[in-house]
Each structure stands twice: as structure tokens, then as C-alpha cells.
């Protein structure tokens, strides 16, 4: 009578070769694991019943049930390592789980080519003032903001009472006309020499559909409109190139951008067709020196221009609502500015000013600079807010390195009204002498 298998190898080690066995049927690499012989690895496996064995290459087993599938008895100790097997097995699933969901917004970027963005400190030409030789000026950097560019929206000039009109060839020959008196300024009437420029690029670039009247009116739909602003963008900051040699870009998403019907506050930016585009030119001035892009998934920007620090976002989220009758949006943009400074300097993040969009104002505050919409005064405000109309501008100023701010501009997009023929260069009412 032949002697039981588990007799000269004990229980539990049996039990082990058989564990061993359902992970992999080698039976040569078994027993060198074990360290037994082939013949005792091949009498547990004739034993157990698992049928004969091939010294071919291990392959994983074709069950995904547990180990403790392939048998029904063993030892206590067996069945403790069968348990902690299969802990581990469920562990490692739920942590390769939690690994794509940490990584989704890298992935995001990974698929649109710009893992290799720009590091998010600003420039050190923004830190430390230009070597200045015997009789030149002191070097200032231009900060300017472009924001609510409201690509596709379009404004019919009936129902503005002939005010404004608003299309997407009226807003490319708008922004051809920003960039270039940017730069006619800057060469004509600023200090003259200049390390670079900044350009905040604060949001609501395409209009997004946001709301259903736009929807139903936009001049065309939302990601078309998202590649025309990136092609644009792309010229323009050639130009910025051009004439500054380095630009630095703070970037911010606006709410006309977004994706959702309301705002999402969890992974915000990553709904937002700005953000789309801020990565795409990203991606194509990738490998440049001279430009670089801050995108942060905070959605605000902090840089210094020198000493002076700022705080770049685009306004919709203050933590404020509403407005005056009399005032109009200065009360909650003061009030929302206190409330941001607050947050920022309980958290050791003060900043010296914000910097904002999004109101479609052109306001120089004692602690904020607010843009003014490049689309201009629109049915909404006609209507609904019965504002004042301005005209279509976006802010340039002008940072020394001791002095600060030195010069404000609005900077104007449409042509000047034309002067009275033989006006004077002043003139006064009163009685004749």
C-alpha cells in the first residue's frame, strides 16, 4: 500500500507545493523554489489531482477565482495564507485605481502634448532689474490684460441702438489693432527699454454658448471658435515676441469657457475650454525660451514684477454677487477684493494687486485692475444692466523697479471719433468779446 504523499513532507509543506503549484504548473521551477525534487513536486501535484504537468515556460493559470478555488481543505495556516493572497490581490486592484484617478489631469495633458510646460516661477527679467548703463533709462516692464474676448458672440448693431457691433471679423481686426498699439505705445511713449512684457490672459476668450440665447446666436460653435482663438493667439504673441524678445503669460480661465451648465468647483479648470486653449499654445511654443506660459490648477496666477506682487484671475469667483444701481460694480469688486485679500494673506499669499476681467469695465482701483471687454457693450447691458457704454479697450501699464506702477493706458481698439472740422486744440463756451 503506497504511503500517503504528505507523510515524509508534513501537511503544511505539502500544502505549500500545492499553493505553489496553482500559481505556477512548472514543476522544474517548483521545486527549485521549495527546494525538493522534481519527483516529490510531481507526486503532490498527482496527489492533488491537477493532472500532468509540462516543463514548458510558466503561464499564468486561466481562473481569476482565488487561490483558495483549487482546493477545499488544508491546514488552518494554509487557509490564513490562501486569505492574505487574496487581500492582497484586492488591494493591488483598488491601488491601480486610485492611481488613474490621481493621474487623469496628466493624462489630460500627456494626450495634448505639453507635459513639457514651462516651469510656474515667473522669469527672473521680472525679478531683477536690467543692467543699466551710463545714461540710459531705467528699463520698466509692460503688463497688459486680454480677457472677455467673447470669440463667435456676436452683437447686431440695431439692437445696441447703433452703439456696437460685434462679430468674428470685427474681433480679429480688434485684436490686430491691440496688438499693434500695444506696441506703438511702448515704443512711442513708454520708457523705451524693456526686458519683456506680460501678458495676462485672463478667460472668457470664446463665448462658449453659455447661456441659450448665445447657444442659439454664437457666429459659430464653441471648439471651432477654440481653434480660431488659439491661431490667433499664436500670431499675436509672435508679435509680442517680436517686439519684446520675452513674454511671460499668467493664465486664468473665465466662466463663458466652461463645459457645465453651472459652475463644478472640484477640478474646474479642467472643464474649461480656456484652459483647453492656454495648453494648446502651450504645446506650440513648446521648446521656446522666450515665452512662457503659467497655467496653474488653482486657476490664479502670484508673479512679482520686481518687488511689486500680483494676483492674476479672472473675477467671477470673489466671493461676492450682485451690484448698485448707483456704483455699479465697483461695490462688489472692492468688497470682493477684501474678502481675496483676506484669504491670501491668512495663508501667508499676500499680493500688492489683483488683477482682474470678467466685470467688462475699465477700472483703475487703489488695490485692483479690472479689464475692460474687448467686445464692447452688447443687448445684455443695453436691456438688463442699463450701464453706460464704453468703448472696447484692454489695460497696458507701465512697472518700474523702485517707483512701480509708472503709467496706466486703455489701450483703444476702434478708431478715434472724428474732430469737428477747424476745431481748435481747445475751445471754450462763454459770450463773444
Same mark, same amino acid.
Given at each position: 500500500m503506497p504511503r500517503p504523499v504528505g507523510a515524509h513532507l508534513g501537511e503544511a509543506e505539502a500544502e505549500r507545493i500545492r499553493l505553489a503549484l496553482a500559481r505556477n504548473p512548472n514543476i522544474s521551477q517548483?521545486?527549485?523554489?521549495?527546494?525538493?525534487?522534481?519527483?516529490?513536486?510531481?507526486?503532490?501535484?498527482?496527489?492533488?489531482?491537477?493532472?500532468?504537468?509540462?516543463?514548458?515556460?510558466?503561464?499564468?493559470?486561466?481562473?481569476?477565482?482565488? @487561490?483558495?478555488?483549487?482546493?477545499?481543505?488544508?491546514?488552518?495556516?494554509?487557509?490564513?495564507?490562501?486569505?492574505?493572497?487574496?487581500?492582497?490581490?484586492?488591494?493591488?486592484t483598488e491601488l491601480k485605481a486610485a492611481h488613474r484617478a490621481a493621474l487623469d489631469e496628466e493624462a489630460v495633458r500627456e494626450i495634448i502634448g505639453s507635459l513639457a510646460r514651462a516651469p510656474t516661477e515667473p522669469p527672473d527679467w521680472l525679478l531683477k532689474p536690467a543692467t543699466q548703463r551710463k545714461g540710459e533709462s531705467t528699463a520698466e516692464v509692460p503688463v497688459c490684460t486680454w480677457s472677455d474676448w467673447h470669440l463667435a458672440e456676436v452683437?447686431?448693431?440695431?439692437?445696441?441702438?447703433?452703439?456696437n457691433a460685434y462679430n468674428l471679423e470685427i474681433a480679429e481686426r480688434r485684436?490686430?489693432?491691440?496688438?499693434?498699439?500695444?506696441?506703438?505705445?511702448?515704443?512711442?511713449?513708454?520708457?523705451?527699454?524693456?526686458?519683456?512684457?506680460?501678458?495676462?490672459?485672463?478667460g472668457d476668450i470664446v463665448s462658449g454658448g453659455l447661456h441659450p440665447e448665445l447657444a442659439k446666436t454664437d457666429q459659430e460653435g464653441v471648439l471651432p471658435a477654440v481653434l480660431r482663438a488659439r491661431d490667433?493667439?499664436?500670431?499675436?504673441?509672435?508679435?509680442?515676441?517680436?517686439?519684446?524678445?520675452?513674454?511671460?503669460?499668467?493664465c486664468a480661465a473665465g466662466n463663458h469657457g466652461r463645459n457645465t451648465l453651472k459652475p463644478e468647483y472640484k477640478r474646474y479648470i479642467f472643464k474649461n475650454h480656456d484652459w483647453l486653449i492656454y495648453e494648446l499654445l502651450a504645446r506650440h511654443f513648446a521648446g521656446r525660451p522666450q515665452i512662457r506660459f503659467?497655467?496653474?490648477?488653482?486657476?490664479?496666477?502670484?508673479?512679482?514684477?520686481?518687488?511689486?506682487?500680483?494676483?492674476?484671475?479672472?473675477?467671477?469667483?470673489?466671493?461676492?454677487?450682485?451690484?448698485?444701481?448707483?456704483?455699479? @460694480?465697483?461695490?462688489?469688486i472692492v468688497r470682493g477684493e477684501v474678502k481675496t485679500r483676506g484669504q491670501a494673506a491668512s495663508s501667508w499669499r499676500d499680493y500688492d494687486v489683483l488683477v482682474i476681467g470678467h466685470w467688462h469695465q475699465e477700472l483703475?482701483?487703489?488695490?485692483?485692475?479690472?479689464?475692460?471687454?474687448?467686445?464692447?457693450?452688447?443687448?445684455?447691458?443695453?436691456? @438688463?444692466?442699463?450701464?453706460?457704454?464704453?468703448?472696447?479697450?484692454?489695460?497696458?501699464?507701465?512697472?518700474?523697479?523702485?517707483?512701480?506702477?509708472?503709467?496706466?493706458?486703455?489701450?483703444?481698439?476702434?478708431a478715434p471719433p472724428e474732430r469737428a472740422e477747424g476745431e481748435g486744440w481747445v475751445s471754450w463756451e462763454g459770450e463773444a468779446a
Open positions: 517548483v521545486a527549485r523554489e521549495m527546494g525538493v525534487e522534481r519527483s516529490t513536486v510531481r507526486r503532490v501535484r498527482d496527489r492533488a489531482g491537477e493532472g500532468a504537468a509540462s516543463d514548458a515556460p510558466a503561464k499564468p493559470p486561466p481562473s481569476t477565482a482565488p @487561490a483558495s478555488a483549487f482546493r477545499l481543505g488544508g491546514s488552518p495556516e494554509s487557509r490564513r495564507i490562501v486569505q492574505l493572497e487574496d487581500e492582497v490581490r484586492r488591494l493591488r452683437v447686431a448693431l440695431a439692437e445696441t441702438n447703433g452703439i485684436i490686430r489693432t491691440l496688438v499693434e498699439n500695444i506696441i506703438s505705445i511702448c515704443t512711442r511713449h513708454g520708457p523705451g527699454r524693456y526686458p519683456g512684457i506680460v501678458v495676462n490672459l485672463l490667433i493667439l499664436v500670431w499675436a504673441f509672435e508679435r509680442m515676441i517680436s517686439a519684446f524678445g520675452q513674454v511671460y503669460v499668467p503659467d497655467i496653474r490648477d488653482s486657476n490664479e496666477v502670484r508673479y512679482r514684477v520686481f518687488g511689486q506682487r500680483y494676483l492674476a484671475m479672472h473675477g467671477d469667483m470673489l466671493g461676492v454677487k450682485g451690484g448698485d444701481g448707483i456704483i455699479g @460694480a465697483i461695490g462688489p483703475w482701483l487703489p488695490r485692483a485692475i479690472v479689464a475692460n471687454a474687448l467686445k464692447g457693450f452688447d443687448e445684455y447691458a443695453r436691456l @438688463a444692466l442699463r450701464t453706460i457704454p464704453s468703448e472696447p479697450s484692454q489695460p497696458l501699464w507701465f512697472v518700474h523697479p523702485r517707483r512701480g506702477i509708472t503709467s496706466r493706458w486703455n489701450v483703444r481698439v476702434e
